[in-house]
């Protein structure tokens, strides 16, 4: 059971108000009397673009003890505070930065390993939008080994306004896709800041992120497609192949 | 729970005579009286090399619903058939073969994730030991998302004395491990047969295996290890990428 749940109107008002990308989701009990500080709540959170829903009792019941006061309300925390993509740009770095983006990734195994597998392979950052994806839960914490407290994950509210962000600060963006012309080790990473785009299995992709690419790159498969996380683990250690063979044959000028 | 469970004297005797590659593991409830039958099924399983083990009737409940006769005995089963390394050395194919080694992959979702990037990859088949290894559950053949059906998993009694056969046939073996000289994109994959072996997260590949091994390779991680399904994933498409490459190269002469 994921456990970082927290209950009660003041403990959930104070992180709300303090840390809002902590917050992952607000559940109030069905039928609950929305009083002057649980309508705060609701638009402080609807004012952070946090989904807000109704759920029963007995959900309540799923993820505490028996007897405890909820007080009506109940929020999903993730474990790691989000950073804001304007912070992540003003981060110093010499040389070019690597981004991750993840399109609608729901699975927490998947997000897990692509978060660990992009820390592993020297990636800068994973941008996440806080519709249609995973958020940070302890499985998410599990699967990625720690490596959530080693790149900084960036939450946005539109994936569409963060990568034109991303393309006015000089970063190229790839995105992944079946019928893309060009495989994915025929693409140069070692010369621009780039983000690539990762969709999610079913559904791949969304249209207007597609339009927004710079590139678009595919990757063979025999059987099915490969699984998001391991495509993610192959693309970005190409990009780091790629950097290493340049250095190693500039040092050798 | 894993539900490729049988239980009973005939029915565990019949799939041992005449399949036993198909069963992972042999329970016996502990405390009961070892009839005739129930010798016979204990050194058939023995001369098979199948694993035999002692459980109380509270483990055997576990698996199925209470008020089951289970005879004393219970066997897990694979959903799918393995195949001989003799039978694999001689299915034809036209150019070389590719194989990945697991040397004591434990994990249900690793070894299913790395069976499913090894029929994505093209590689010709998955080699398993039967100790130290996760057998195929149902969900293994879930997170390989069927790939488990178009690929052969090879199943081994000593992967010692496979890998001299495959040597024998013209394999080259390939061990990953941290202390390496070369970088895993810095060997050849595309001008012999050859075989990846990859170790546990925690152990890693055993000594008398690395010893065996015509070259080492490791790969680069900014944090920790990479974990094993994402490290077979980047090393299968490294090998097609330079295969693929070395195609088209040759298509331009």
Not at 41 to 46: E, F, M, N, S
Not at 224 to 252: D, F, G, H, W
Request: charged share 25%.
């Amino acid at each position: 059971m994921e456990n970082n749940y927290i209950y009660g109107k003041n403990p959930i008002f104070e992180v709300l108000s303090k840390n809002p990308k902590r917050v992952n989701k607000i559940y109030i009990q069905k039928g609950f009397f929305y009083d002057k500080r649980l309508k705060n709540i609701v638009d402080l959170a609807r004012d952070n673009k946090i989904i807000v829903q109704e759920a029963s009792l007995q959900k309540f019941a799923e993820f505490f003890e028996p007897n405890v006061n909820f007080q009506g309300i109940i929020a999903s925390i993730s474990p790691v505070e989000y950073i804001e993509l304007e912070d992540f740009l003003e981060i110093e770095k010499e040389g070019y930065k690597k981004l991750i983006i993840l399109d609608g990734i729901s699975d927490p195994h998947n997000f897990g390993a692509i978060i660990r597998t992009a820390a592993a392979a020297g990636f800068d950052g994973v941008l996440i939008s806080n519709h249609r994806s995973c958020p940070i839960t302890p499985t998410v914490e599990k699967i990625s080994s720690g490596a959530i407290n080693h790149i900084p994950i960036i939450k946005t509210t539109s994936l569409s306004a963060s990568i034109e962000t991303l393309k006015k600060h000089d970063f190229w963006v790839i995105a992944t896709q079946m019928q893309a012309k060009d495989n994915y080790y025929e693409i140069d990473y070692t010369d621009m800041n780039f983000a690539v785009v990762m969709g999610s299995e079913g559904s791949g992709i969304s249209k207007t992120i597609l339009n927004k690419a710079d590139f678009t790159i595919k990757m063979e498969s025999n059987f099915e497609s490969l699984n998001v996380s391991a495509a993610t683990a192959v693309i970005a250690y190409e990009a780091l192949r790629q950097i290493r063979v340049k250095e190693k044959i500039a040092l050798r000028k």
